[in-house]
């Protein structure tokens, strides 16, 4: 019940296109769904998050989708560049647990 | 020196032998964690630090042991590892461990190879 499912665990998109990734969680606990962006060689960076009290919020060119009764949440690249192409994680936490727990991670090539 | 540095970078290593990876924070924040990244799998919380003190741990194996001098070091000791513990090693920090929702900070990691 702890998990947070990621997929796909690898995406190929083409420069100006839309990269979109897809998170799955059974913990109704939850409340707080951070994307942390992973380039090589480097640390996850946070990218952005969303509390459930919202169905949408964007930043830029990333957008994040929440649907609280399916449980899901995702993550869109509008206009995807190749230097976004990096390793992407879902996340999810609630205050009571005080800790994050990670989805499996997908690693995005975007292709000039 | 900014953010969550780590020593060091790679990191080759047998079975037998004891080697230490650090990290420092320079973000004046109270909590540390270590986590373990392994290929296609999640990052695995490993411990917690709040205030040093210790508040998490993660079921790590003992062959794993974490100090936390001060808020702004953290050690993991490591000794008798097996060739499975090979992985990227993260530190991170955040301004508290409790109270709501944190960001938090990674480092760069380490790489680990045990042999």
């Known amino acids: 019940q702890q998990q947070v499912k990621q997929s796909p665990q690898s995406l190929i998109v083409q420069k100006g296109g839309i990269s979109i990734i897809n998170c799955a969680y059974e913990?109704?606990?939850?409340?707080?769904f951070p994307w942390y962006q992973q380039f090589p060689g480097k640390g996850p960076a946070l990218l952005i998050a969303?509390?459930?009290?919202?169905s949408e919020k964007k930043e830029g060119r990333f957008t994040i989708s929440f649907n609280k009764s399916a449980k899901q949440f995702s993550l869109h690249i509008m206009d995807s560049q190749p230097g976004d192409s990096a390793t992407y994680f879902c996340?999810?936490?609630?205050?009571?647990?005080?800790?994050?727990?990670f989805g499996q991670g997908t690693r995005l090539t975007i292709n000039p | 020196e900014t953010g969550v540095t780590q020593t060091p970078r790679h990191l080759v290593m047998g079975m037998t032998n004891k080697k230490s990876l650090k990290c420092e924070q320079h973000l004046g924040h109270n909590a540390m964690y270590w986590y373990k990244q392994s290929a296609k799998k999640p990052l695995e919380l490993m411990f917690v630090y709040s205030l040093e003190e210790r508040v998490e741990n993660n079921s790590v194996p003992s062959r794993f042991s974490p100090e936390c001098p001060n808020s702004s070091h953290l050690f993991l000791h490591l000794h008798t590892l097996q060739p499975e513990d090979s992985a990227l090693y993260l530190c991170?920090?955040?301004?508290?461990?409790?109270?709501?929702?944190?960001?938090?900070?990674f480092g760069p990691g380490t790489r680990l190879t045990v042999l």
């Open positions: 996340a999810a936490n609630s205050q009571g647990a005080q800790k994050l727990v």
């Open positions: 913990n109704t606990a939850f409340d707080y």
């Open positions: 969303i509390r459930p009290d919202v």
């Open positions: 991170a920090s955040s301004q508290d461990f409790a109270g709501g929702y944190n960001e938090q900070f």
